[in-house]
Structures are given as C-alpha cells and as structure tokens.
C-alpha cells in the first residue's frame, strides 16, 4: 500500500504535460492585465488633454 501511493505521488510530480499550457494560461493573464492597465492610463491621459484643449478654446 504504501509503495503505491509513493509511486503515484512520485508519478503526480514528475509528470509535466500540463505544464506548458499553465505556463501560457499565466502568461495571457499577465499580458491582459498589463494591456488593460495601459489602455486604462492612455485613455484617461488622452481624456486630460482632450479637455484641456476644449477648456482652451
């Protein structure tokens, strides 16, 4: 009994198939939250000089 749960744990820790898809599924998330924080920042410095220049006129 014990030898067959030290040989399933051991095989749960050396199988790496899933990996590279964690590894891209971390990588989307971390693009999309960059992405967002700098459309969020473009569009309100955008909005800033858009209304300074209404203000202007």
Known sequence: ???TI???MLRFW????????VEYGIALLV??????AT???LATAVGN???ET???F
């Open 54 to 56: 209404t203000d202007a």
């Open 1 to 3: 009994m014990r030898n």
């Open 39 to 41: 459309i969020g920042a």
């Open 14 to 21: 050396t199988d790496v198939s899933g990996a590279t898809l």
């Open 6 to 8: 030290k040989s399933s």
């Open 49 to 51: 000089e858009i209304s």
């Open 31 to 36: 693009v999309v939250v960059v992405g967002s």
